[in-house]
T-cell receptor
Framework: EDQVTQSPEALRLQEGESSSLNCSYTVSGLRGLFWYRQDPGKGPEFLFTLYSAGEEKEKERLKATLTKKESFLHITAPKPEDSATYLCAVQAPSSSNTGKLIFGQGTTLQVKP | DGGITQSPKYLFRKEGQNVTLSCEQNLNHDAMYWYRQDPGQGLRLIYYSQIVNDFQKGDIAEGYSVSREKKESFPLTVTSAQKNPTAFYLC???????????????FGPGTRLTVL
């Protein structure tokens, strides 16, 4: 069964303390891995798409990387405004025509000043 | 500005009532999706539509219904048959399907439904 698991469930950092969020998946023939940021009470905001192992994408303090079994979202020198829930989703080959995504439960990040 | 709008932001439903959640997009996207989000769970797919006048059930379609009469609009009705409808509902759209690239889904702001 295709699955996505994110860890940790919650992460508390001090401002400036770099760390990484993990997204593990059990999909063969990945058609895309997606990272989103979600603020409380709001819809997810698209961050990155990764398609191939070894691919990396960067945006401000965030960098997403992809291997054959997992993706990492690295947060460098985070600020309090980076506090949010980060969602990971994958698209399996069986969903290539429908665009269906499988979502993980998310990692809630809190950055304290 | 192009985007996805959902209304209302908050909705209260009495037992036995049907309610309809609105979702509109002006991104010219072909595919649209409805998700349900509950605390501690990943987003779960309710219904999706890849083209006007066609839609398919997702993983948790029981107690819900949809229509897709226009490309821009994909309303979701939560019927009285849905036994636990209190949740945060998210609508999303996607530009293309079946091609590598352009597979990102973009989300609306959500509707929080509470059963009284």
């Amino acid at each position: 069964e295709d699955q996505v698991t994110q860890s940790p469930e919650a992460l508390r950092l001090q401002e400036g303390e770099s760390s990484s969020l993990n997204c593990s998946y059990t999909v063969s023939g990945l058609r895309g891995l997606f990272w989103y940021r979600q603020d409380p009470g709001k819809g997810p905001e698209f961050l990155f798409t990764l398609y191939s192992a070894g691919e990396e994408k960067e945006k401000e303090r965030l960098k997403a990387t992809l291997t054959k079994k997992e993706s990492f979202l690295h947060i460098t020198a985070p600020k309090p405004e980076d506090s949010a829930t980060y969602l990971c989703a994958v698209q399996a080959p069986s969903s290539s025509n429908t665009g269906k995504l499988i979502f993980g439960q998310g990692t809630t990040l809190q950055v304290k000043p | 500005d192009g985007g996805i709008t959902q209304s209302p932001k908050y909705l209260f439903r009495k037992e036995g009532q049907n309610v309809t959640l609105s979702c509109e997009q002006n991104l010219n996207h072909d595919a649209m999706y409805w998700y349900r989000q509950d605390p501690g769970q990943g987003l779960r797919l309710i219904y999706y539509s890849q083209i006007v006048n066609d839609f398919q059930k997702g993983d948790i379609a029981e107690g819900y219904s949809v229509s897709r009469e226009k490309k821009e609009s994909f309303p979701l009705t939560v019927t009285s048959a849905q036994k636990n409808p209190t949740a945060f509902y998210l609508c999303a759209s996607k530009r293309t399907s079946g091609r590598l690239g352009g597979n990102e889904q973009f989300f609306g702001p959500g509707t929080r439904l509470t059963v009284l």
